[in-house]
T-cell receptor
Framework: EPEVTQTPSHQVTQMGQEVILRCVPI?????FYWYRQILGQKVEFLVS????????KSEIFDDQFSVERPDGSNFTLKIRSTKLEDSAMYFC????????????FGPGTRLLVL | DAKTTQPPSMDCAEGRAANLPCNHS???????VYWYRQIHSQGPQYIIH???NNETNEMASLIITEDRKSSTLILPHATLRDTAVYYC????????????FGTGTRLQVTL
């Protein structure tokens, strides 16, 4: 069964550093998402992406965040200058054109900012 | 999006049916009910969704009341692998619809 994959599985970075989290969505999916989950808290929507542009973003997704689909397979989340409060599990998800309400999530990247 | 209310935790014996309730009294006419689950720290996993009719798939059944103000997710024969946090989410389907997760119900399946 096709899966969403994410790399790295864990990343440790220093405050102020830039990080790029990578995702490979399921190949025939057209809608892409990033969510995050701070330890012990809810899963929170960050951004959705379709047709090479952002469809919707949350208040969390400020100027420090950006997303990109640099080629036909990868979908990336960049955090320009990480803060301690960016420490969380980051999940990528994708969905197909006509079943966009059923989002397939990746295993997540655990980001720790020191 | 309408708000949902779920019990924080439930227990179920292995092999028995797990019935997970959800209240969504402010749901609007064209909002769907979705159920996802999250096993430990893995990515959420889609289970089932519905608008007003009861739905069944290989994982579960979804019973939506006639007034659509509440629903129940039924796992017919719970196994230890079904131990997870179950999220009831109400929202519109449409272009790149986001999912708004609440705190969910932590289901513990025991021997």
């Amino acid at each position: 069964e096709p899966e969403v994959t994410q790399t790295p599985s864990h990343q440790v970075t220093q405050m102020g550093q830039e990080v790029i989290l990578r995702c490979v969505p399921i190949s025939n999916h057209l809608y892409f998402y990033w969510y995050r989950q701070i330890l012990g808290q809810k899963v929170e929507f960050l951004v959705s992406f379709y047709n090479n542009e952002i469809s919707e973003k949350s208040e969390i997704f400020d100027d420090q965040f950006s997303v990109e689909r640099p080629d036909g397979s990868n979908f990336t989340l960049k955090i320009r200058s990480t803060k301690l409060e960016d420490s969380a599990m980051y999940f990528c998800a994708s969905s197909v054109w006509d079943r966009q309400e059923t989002q397939y999530f990746g295993p997540g990247t655990r980001l720790l900012v020191l | 999006d309408a708000k949902t209310t779920q019990p924080p935790s439930m227990d179920c014996a292995e092999g028995r049916a797990a019935n997970l309730p959800c209240n969504h009294s402010t749901i609007s006419g064209n909002e769907y009910v979705y159920w996802y689950r999250q096993i430990h720290s893995q990515g959420p996993q889609y289970i089932i969704h519905g608008l007003k009719n009861n739905e069944t798939n290989e994982m579960a059944s979804l019973i939506i009341t006639e007034d659509r103000k509440s629903s129940t997710l039924i796992l017919p024969h719970a196994t230890l692998r079904d131990t997870a946090v179950y999220y009831c989410i109400v929202g519109y389907t449409g272009t790149a619809s986001k999912l708004t997760f609440g705190t969910g119900t932590r289901l513990q399946v025991t021997l």
